[in-house]
Each structure stands twice: as C-alpha cells, then as structure tokens.
C-alpha cells in the first residue's frame, strides 16, 4: 500500500503530477485501493520515475471521495515531467491504546478521570476523541500538537451517569476517517445508597418494639458491589453504636433478641467496599427511628388480673346463692299462710 500514483486512461498507465499533491488526495487514492488511511505524500518521483505518460495535476480532493476520479483536477497538457511524479504512503491505522492515570478505577460524584489516549504517529497534528459505550457523540475531543502522539482526556464532574465503559480513536488531519476504537476501560462511579426496614411483633406500632421482644434491622444494596460490609449505625442521646456484618449476599439482617431502652434510637445503614483500589463508603440510608416501650399488659399483670377477676366472680356467686337461700328460708309457705288467716278470723273479739 504504497508506491506511485498511477491512472489508467484510455488503455494506458499514467502518472500523476505532485503540483497540488496533498494528504486529502492521498486518502483518497487509499480509500480506493482498501488501503486504509494515507500515511504520508510522497512527491517528486520518491518512488522512481515513470516512462508512461503524465496525466493529471491540480488535482483537488475534499478527501471524502470514494475514487480518484470523482477528485477536481486538470490535464497535465507538457506541464509536468515525470520528476514531479506523485506518491502515497498508505496505512492501516493501528487502534490507538487508552490508559488511566489514577491507579483507581472508582471513583465518587463530582471527582475528575483523567484518560490518556496514545496514538502511534506523529507526522500530522491528530485529533483525538473520548467515547462512552453506548453514545454516539464524544464526551471530550482534544487536539493535539503536531509531532505530539497522546493526550489528556478529563472527564469532569462525575455522575453517576459516567458509570461505564470508554474507549478512544483519533483521526490524522486532511483524514476523514477514523482509526479503530483502543482498548475499554470500565470505570464506576458512587456507591449506592443502602436501603434499611425493620421487623418486629406484628402488634407492635410501627416504630415501636415491645420490651424484651426480639427484632431485625434489614440492610440491603445493589448486587454489583459484592465483598463488602454493612455497617450498622444506632444513634442515641448518649451516643452512636456500630454494628458490622460481611456483605455475603446482597443484604444483612442485625438481630436483636430483647428489646431494651439501650435499643432506642434512630437507626442508618451505610455500606463499605474495597473496590477498585479504593475504599468506597456509601451515603448513609434514610434514619429509622425504634422506640422501646413497656407492653400494656405483662404477662404477670395478665395472671394476676385474671386470677382476681376468678376471685371476684367466684365471691360474687356465692352471695347471690347465699342471698337466695336466706329469702326462701324466711318466705312462709301456703298452708302456713292458710292457718294465720284462720287463727286471725277465730282469735278477733267482738265487744259488746
């Protein structure tokens, strides 16, 4: 893919002249000949003179053209000798390589990434391009000086959005097309926020544990943050308790077996991983908020007032039983009534 320009024109090679001879028209012939991308021009007969004929000078390509032909250009008419023949060094352009300069490859919101993209010419000023897997635009283009083959591409101002996979390219000046893309690197951004609830007596009030009942605080996250640890923090009046447990699954239940005023507070789950050479802690979770309060009935309280209410029914039959057998005792009966009412008749005086 490289050598002296040649046309063939009615049965016959030619060459064409170097006058107007530039990299647009180099890529051009390039692109025909599925030779990649023009490396360089090579002008004044670089590659031996030719005996056939000169064809064409100022010849003017946009670069964009698919065949020399479709190119401006004029007949050579005795200009130009084969002295000032053109040539074309063409190249498959080689995927340039993207590193990091930070050893991380985690990273919080609002920090920067500084990417370095290299490519391995140096003859033509090149720009170069960050893409994100996934967007068609690039998120930075820099420009880089002539002979300078790499460059710094910042990514500013992370979000969480920036979570991904990135790649580079470049394209050589007066070339229009691309190299291939480099190397992926993978980059995360924040860790997630755990989410926190809580299990306790189904009569319990929400937020409210029984005393000496048991009860769970569950702490959960994303999957992709594995090999961490939840850590669990309660905060009191007189002072914060941290509670820890590995992150063997994605979630982690703290149990606690008898409820005490000790148990009292508000409650925030926040997780904390080695990843990619960093120690990343998550936010802390929304506060739950446990109260710890006495049962309205002890199961004491309950044996005793049902052992007084046994009491009081039991004493309270017995004086209706004793009250009725008192009033029939001293209730007369039918016969007696009979004989009062006979003896009152008989027993009456009668004055005279």
């Given at each position: 893919?490289?050598?002296?320009?040649?046309?063939?024109?009615g049965e016959r090679w030619g060459t064409v002249c170097s006058q107007g001879w530039d990299l647009r028209d180099a890529a051009v012939v390039c692109r025909e000949l599925d030779c990649g991308f023009a490396f360089t021009t090579r002008p004044g007969a670089h590659y031996s003179r030719s005996i056939g004929e000169v064809?064409?000078?100022?010849?003017?390509?946009?670069?964009?053209?698919?065949?020399?032909?479709?190119?401006?250009?004029?007949?050579?008419?005795?200009v130009c000798s084969h002295n000032e023949d053109a040539g074309v060094e063409c190249t498959k352009l080689p995927a340039p390589t993207l590193t990091m300069q930070s050893p991380f490859s985690a990273y919080s919101a609002g920090e920067?990434?500084?990417?370095?993209c290299t490519a391995p010419y140096w003859r033509h000023p090149?720009?170069?391009?960050?893409?994100?897997s996934g967007v068609d635009t690039p998120l930075v283009t820099?420009?880089?000086?002539?002979?300078?083959?790499?460059?710094?591409?910042?990514?500013s101002d992370l979000e969480t959005s920036h979570q991904g996979s990135y790649s580079c390219l470049y394209r050589l000046q007066g070339n229009p097309g691309n190299s291939p893309s480099s190397n992926i690197i993978n980059i995360t951004v924040e860790?997630?926020?755990?989410?926190?609830?809580?299990?306790?007596?189904?009569?319990?009030?929400?937020?409210?544990?029984?005393?000496?009942?048991?009860?769970?605080?569950?702490?959960?996250?994303?999957?992709?943050?594995?090999?961490?640890?939840?850590?669990?923090?309660?905060?009191?009046?007189?002072?914060?308790?941290?509670?820890?447990?590995?992150?063997?699954?994605p979630f982690v239940t703290f149990s606690f077996p008898n409820a005490q005023a000790s148990n009292e507070g508000y409650y925030c789950c926040l997780y904390k991983v080695q990843f990619g050479?960093?120690?990343?802690?998550?936010?802390?979770?929304?506060?739950?908020?446990?109260?710890?309060?006495?049962?309205?009935?002890?199961?004491?309280?309950?044996?005793?007032?049902?052992?007084?209410?046994?009491?009081v029914t039991a004493t309270c039959a017995i004086l209706i039983v004793a009250k009725v057998y008192c009033k029939r005792a001293k209730k007369p009966t039918e016969l007696e009534r009979e004989s009062r009412t006979v003896d009152n008749t008989y027993i009456a005086l009668t004055i005279k």
């Open positions: 893919c490289s050598g002296r320009v040649e046309v063939f024109i064809w064409w000078r100022n010849v003017g390509c946009s670069g964009d053209e698919f065949t020399l032909d479709l190119c401006e250009r004029t007949t050579n008419d005795g920067a990434v500084l990417f370095t090149i720009d170069f391009y960050l893409y994100k820099q420009r880089a000086d002539f002979r300078q083959t790499r460059v710094e591409l910042t990514l860790i997630h926020t755990p989410q926190i609830w809580y299990n306790a007596s189904p009569t319990a009030r929400p937020g409210w544990v029984n005393r000496g009942q048991s009860f769970n605080v569950t702490c959960s996250t994303q999957p992709q943050y594995p090999g961490g640890s939840f850590q669990l923090r309660l905060i009191r009046p007189n002072g914060t308790v941290r509670h820890s447990l590995p992150a063997l699954t050479g960093r120690t990343f802690v998550s936010r802390e979770s929304q506060p739950l908020a446990i109260n710890v309060r006495d049962p309205v009935l002890s199961p004491v309280l309950i044996s005793l007032l049902v052992s007084g209410l046994t009491f």
